[in-house]
């Protein structure tokens, strides 16, 4: 393969962190002479993408296969990207700055919907053409996954082949497909054809695009072009991810990157049930790994990277049933070596004095509570199952352990929301902020921090809220400034997103493959990087929108009926559509539904469906 080292260097002096794009860090993984080459792409820059657990899981289990090798590649930050175009240099992987053309595949991972523009720049800095149809024989594939494979039609005409679900197993095979069929010398179009048959592999260009009537008579959005092809895709689930090692080796970065520490999951799913989460839906069933396995890992972990913080990670880790057992080993095990134990989220009915005392030790930062709405009434019709009392009883025990500063997060634009529920999150955050300064000396009272963090509903894909559209972002702002109005406390900051990009969130998440071309027409206008702030260009989506005639209003505000066949309805999490139209018609009566890890079976599906079943380690009380 060619390197581009020499190249490269020339320009590392321009560069604003040259850090980012040199590679041999602590413990990555090299293997120059393998014959099949898979290259990993985190579409962002590497201090956001190199704590991605995706990149790190698939690029450890690909080189495990003989005859393997992955190596990873990051976005350049927008500044080096347009030097590498003025001076024509190829994106390339990190391992063996290798050009991303040259390698046998290239996936890309979807973390979130604003990263869509940058998937194209990915694609055209690495001189691949932008859509699958466009390839030629000599390009590699493109393979896609992530939590936007869920609903993968505003991407289709751009990738080759999506991997829905946990690929510890499906990239693997679909890889070593791909290598038999290239080493017998199968065309493109045969490789697709028989990569196509994988369970949970979806070829969408073996697909014709059907318009709103034809998909809501036919049940789908899809025609299959060939008899033999599937027609529903269920995702697939590493069933044996319970008893695996919780240590992955992970690489030590030369700079300073987003979550810079030890990541370890310790669970994966969660099946709290809140109505809004896609992550709850797409990660089910509840699957632990046991307190041993978890323990005897981060001791390892931190021995083989020494980082002096470790997180254990999942969707809600204070849920695992051995987690007091393994904060109480590992703090034992790091006592007096400076070593700091995080929970990245701590659920308010499952915080209490016991817990508050386990997490962080003596290093305390900041903690973030989530109680989403500010009333009772619309926590039930969002199945939030948590009360004041939850968040007042863990407030207490937070600032009586010591902690000083809490966030708050809440969305706006739940459906079914009034002024009252946006007034009610002053009035709690207020009443949050008394309990805290009351549960700390007098003398500290002045350092009671309390700050409410506030995100724009977004509905999403595979979710029973996914019938519902988006408040306009007009109407976000007002509530916006309801609630600031509302907040009388001075010490009480209130912090929200901006409502443009959740529009655009909105859309891609709920849109077909209308959207690919909208996408394409607003990264020619320079849209990218649209998750950043300072680079978020309203004005090039809107041109899009205009030269396209393409209406995203309709996509990201429209409200359905709950019998209408959304675009991603091939695609199942393996949760049946009929429990959430169960599911929605309960949010309207405002009755929840409680967690089945906790109680008995839900009937979501999921676990039939998948040939799986929840995996917890000791019983688990609500």
């Given at each position: 393969m060619t390197d581009l080292w020499g190249r490269l260097t020339a320009l590392l002096g321009d560069a604003e962190r040259p850090a980012r794009y040199i590679n041999h860090e602590w413990g990555c993984t090299y293997k120059p002479h393998e014959p099949y080459r898979f290259c990993m792409v985190y579409p962002d820059t590497y201090e956001l993408g190199q704590a991605n657990q995706a990149i790190r899981i698939l690029c450890n289990v690909v080189n495990e296969q003989a005859g393997m090798a992955a190596e990873r590649a990051f976005l350049p930050a927008p500044e080096f990207c347009d030097l590498m175009r003025e001076k024509g240099l190829p994106l390339f992987s990190l391992e063996s700055c290798a050009p991303l053309i040259e390698f046998d595949v290239v996936g890309i991972t979807l973390p979130h919907e604003l990263a869509a523009t940058n998937v194209l720049e990915t694609l055209d800095l690495a001189g691949i053409p932008l859509r699958s149809v466009d390839?030629?024989?000599?390009?590699?594939?493109?393979?896609?996954?992530?939590?936007?494979?869920?609903?993968?039609?505003?991407?289709?005409?751009?990738?080759?082949?999506?991997?829905?679900?946990?690929?510890?197993?499906?990239?693997?095979?679909?890889?070593?497909?791909?290598?038999?069929?290239?080493?017998?010398?199968?065309?493109?179009?045969?490789?697709?054809?028989?990569?196509?048959?994988?369970?949970?592999?979806?070829?969408?260009?073996?697909?014709?695009?059907?318009?709103?009537?034809?998909?809501?008579?036919?049940?789908?959005?899809?025609?299959?072009?060939?008899?033999?092809?599937?027609?529903?895709?269920?995702?697939?689930?590493?069933?044996?991810?319970?008893?695996?090692?919780?240590?992955?080796?992970?690489?030590?970065?030369?700079?300073?990157?987003?979550?810079?520490?030890?990541?370890?999951?310790?669970?994966?799913?969660?099946?709290?049930?809140?109505?809004?989460?896609?992550?709850?839906?797409?990660?089910?069933?509840?699957?632990?790994?046991?307190?041993?396995?978890?323990?005897?890992?981060?001791?390892?972990?931190?021995?083989?990277?020494?980082?002096?913080?470790?997180?254990?990670?999942?969707?809600?880790?204070?849920?695992?049933?051995?987690?007091?057992?393994?904060?109480?080993?590992?703090?034992?095990?790091?006592?007096?070596?400076?070593?700091?134990i995080s929970i990245p989220s701590q659920r308010l009915d499952s915080f209490g004095v016991d817990m508050a005392g386990l997490v962080a030790g003596q290093k305390k930062g900041g903690l973030t509570f989530a109680p989403e709405a500010g009333t009772q009434r619309l926590r039930d019709v969002i199945n939030k199952n948590v009360t004041e009392d939850d968040l007042f009883s863990a407030i207490d025990a937070a600032f009586e352990a010591g902690w000083r500063r809490c966030k708050l997060y809440f969305m706006i634009g739940l459906p079914t929301e009034t002024d009252d529920d946006i007034k009610g999150i002053a009035s709690l955050a207020q009443r949050a902020y008394d309990r805290a300064k009351a549960a700390v000396p007098p003398e500290q009272r002045g350092h009671v921090r309390m700050s409410v963090s506030c995100a724009l509903f977004v509905p999403k894909a595979q979710t029973p809220f996914q019938w519902d559209g988006q408040i306009p972002p007009e109407e976000a702002m007002r509530r916006v400034n309801l609630l600031r109005s509302s907040v009388k406390y001075r010490a009480v900051d209130v912090h929200w997103h901006d409502p443009s990009t959740s529009f655009i969130e909105a859309v891609m998440s709920r849109g077909g493959r209308e959207c690919a071309d909208w996408v394409e027409r607003a990264w020619e206008h320079g849209a990218r990087f649209d998750a950043w702030s300072e680079s978020f260009d309203q004005a090039a989506w809107d041109a899009a929108s205009e030269e396209l005639g393409f209406d995203p209003v309709s996509v990201a505000q429209r409200s359905y009926d709950l019998s209408y066949v959304m675009p991603w309805n091939h695609i199942s999490t393996g949760v049946s559509n009929a429990f959430m139209r169960l599911e929605r018609k309960r949010a309207d009566a405002g009755e929840t539904t409680p967690d089945c890890s906790f109680t008995s079976c839900t009937a979501c599906g999921a676990c039939p469906v998948l040939d799986t079943d929840i995996v917890t380690r000791e019983v688990r009380h609500a």
């Open positions: 390839r030629g024989e000599s390009d590699p594939l493109v393979f896609a996954g992530g939590p936007c494979a869920f609903n993968p039609e505003p991407y289709a005409p751009f990738f080759d082949a999506f991997s829905i679900g946990e690929g510890e197993e499906s990239v693997p095979e679909m890889l070593a497909l791909h290598r038999s069929l290239k080493e017998r010398g199968a065309s493109r179009t045969e490789m697709l054809r028989e990569l196509a048959k994988l369970p949970g592999c979806y070829v969408p260009s073996l697909y014709d695009w059907a318009g709103e009537a034809e998909a809501q008579d036919a049940g789908s959005w899809i025609r299959p072009k060939h008899e033999d092809l599937p027609t529903e895709f269920t995702k697939r689930l590493f069933d044996g991810f319970a008893d695996s090692p919780a240590w992955e080796p992970c690489i030590v970065p030369f700079t300073e990157a987003v979550h810079d520490r030890l990541n370890v999951e310790i669970l994966r799913g969660c099946t709290r049930g809140c109505r809004f989460c896609q992550a709850g839906m797409m990660y089910r069933p509840v699957r632990e790994r046991s307190a041993d396995n978890i323990v005897e890992s981060v001791i390892k972990g931190l021995e083989e990277t020494g980082y002096d913080e470790v997180s254990l990670t999942s969707l809600s880790s204070t849920d695992h049933s051995q987690i007091a057992d393994i904060l109480t080993r590992l703090n034992r095990a790091c006592e007096g070596k400076g070593i700091r």
